[in-house]
């Protein structure tokens, strides 16, 4: 399909336990998003790539956030030690643009993550 | 933190009817979206202002921006049951770098038939 993919849909993870969230966005796209979104609310930023430079950090909630992009397309946001605030949908979004959001952003269906 | 905020949360209305949302922003912006969810599904671009427009239309969606009262409103009209979904707005305001779009909570609209 051309948009946005997201894996696994849902996850259920044990307090402790590390997860990956895969991401892959429209091809040739040089900007991608992670945004967290708990019940209920809007998505929250995580954080930004523009090809494989993570250009703003700034939304991860703790050390235990990691994402990475290594090759410019594919993305993996992963979370240590999860623990149950964690629990939200993890939201992956690519964009053609580079730089400030002035085209629109194309969401993948997210991962449910529920940590037990 | 969340720069949007949308008006009101909740907007139950009958198939037919006009649905109107509104959103209120903190800082000055380059530009505002209106994005559509549906329960349990990613988020879908709907349409996208500039700070120097002041009204735009996309088929049933006509959205209109006050910067001077940094304020936006999304109007569907006609509505249709399929239309049921939560609304959000974003402005591409606020993160350190400037890449983020900032969402509000959402209007979450029920249309019935």
């Known amino acids: 399909g051309a948009g946005v993919s997201q894996s696994p849909r849902y996850k259920v993870a044990k307090r402790g336990q590390d997860v990956a969230l895969r991401c892959d966005p429209i091809?040739?796209?040089?900007?991608l998003f992670w945004y967290q979104q708990a019940l209920g609310q809007g998505p929250e930023f995580l954080t930004y790539?523009?090809?494989?430079?993570?250009?703003?950090k700034s939304g991860l909630p703790s050390d235990r956030f990691f994402a990475e992009r290594p090759e410019g397309s594919v993305s993996t946001l992963k979370i240590q030690r999860t623990q149950q605030e964690d629990s939200a949908v993890y939201l992956c979004?690519?964009?053609?643009?580079?730089?400030?959001?002035?085209?629109?952003?194309?969401f993948g269906q997210g991962t449910r993550l529920t940590v037990v | 933190s969340q720069q949007g905020e949308e008006d009101p949360q909740a907007l139950s209305i009958q198939e037919g009817e006009n649905a109107t949302m509104n959103c209120s922003y903190k800082?000055?912006?380059?530009?505002l979206q209106w994005y559509r969810q549906n329960s349990g599904r990613g988020l879908v671009h709907l349409i996208l202002?500039?700070?120097?427009?002041r009204e735009k239309h996309s088929g049933r969606l006509r959205v209109t921006l006050d910067t001077s009262k940094k304020s936006s409103s999304l109007l569907i009209t006609a509505s249709r049951a399929a239309d049921t979904a939560s609304y959000f707005c974003?402005?591409?305001?606020?993160?350190?770098?400037?890449?983020?779009?900032?969402f509000g909570k959402g209007t979450s609209l029920l249309v019935t038939p």
């Open positions: 800082t000055s912006i380059n530009n």
């Open positions: 979004a690519s964009s053609f643009s580079r730089g400030n959001m002035n085209t629109e952003a194309f």
């Open positions: 974003a402005t591409d305001a606020h993160s350190n770098s400037g890449y983020a779009l900032n």
């Open positions: 790539f523009q090809n494989e430079a993570q250009l703003d």
């Open positions: 202002i500039r700070s120097n427009e």
């Open positions: 091809s040739g796209h040089v900007s």
